[in-house]
């Protein structure tokens, strides 16, 4: 079973809404809350690029061009990161990646990835 499991892709038109949810089974739920987590994508051609993140100290940031649409929420009983993407625009069209990381392992550990394709 992977350690992350990204879920809540689709496609969908522009001005539309979804939710990515990123899951993480294997991880001991006591300690879900020690991890930083993010949401990055990747189009084609192009690199992957931070999209969200939200730091064990509450911390969030986002991508100049999501700030206003996007939110990022974790539900630590549920060992669950989310991105509710709002007023989705086709340059919004990517596949879009779970990601954890601590301070001792800055590398840490990426989903699969879920493909979000914006399109009329």
């Known amino acids: 079973q992977a350690q992350l499991v990204e879920s809540g892709g689709g496609l969908v038109q522009p001005g539309e809404s979804l939710r990515l949810s990123c899951a993480a089974p294997?991880?001991?739920?006591?300690?879900?809350?020690?991890?930083?987590l993010a949401w990055y994508r990747q189009a084609p051609g192009k690199e992957r690029e931070l999209v969200a993140s939200i730091t064990t100290d509450g911390s969030i940031n986002y991508e100049d061009s999501v700030k206003g649409r996007f939110t990022i929420s974790k539900d630590n009983s549920k060992k669950t990161v989310y991105l509710q993407m709002s007023s989705l625009k086709p340059e919004d069209t990517a596949v879009y990646y779970c990601?954890?990381?601590?301070?001792?392992?800055?590398?840490?550990?990426w989903g699969q990835g879920t493909q979000v394709t914006v399109s009329s």
């Open positions: 294997r991880t001991i739920t006591s300690t879900y809350w020690t991890y930083n």
């Open positions: 990601h954890r990381w601590t301070s001792t392992d800055p590398s840490g550990v």
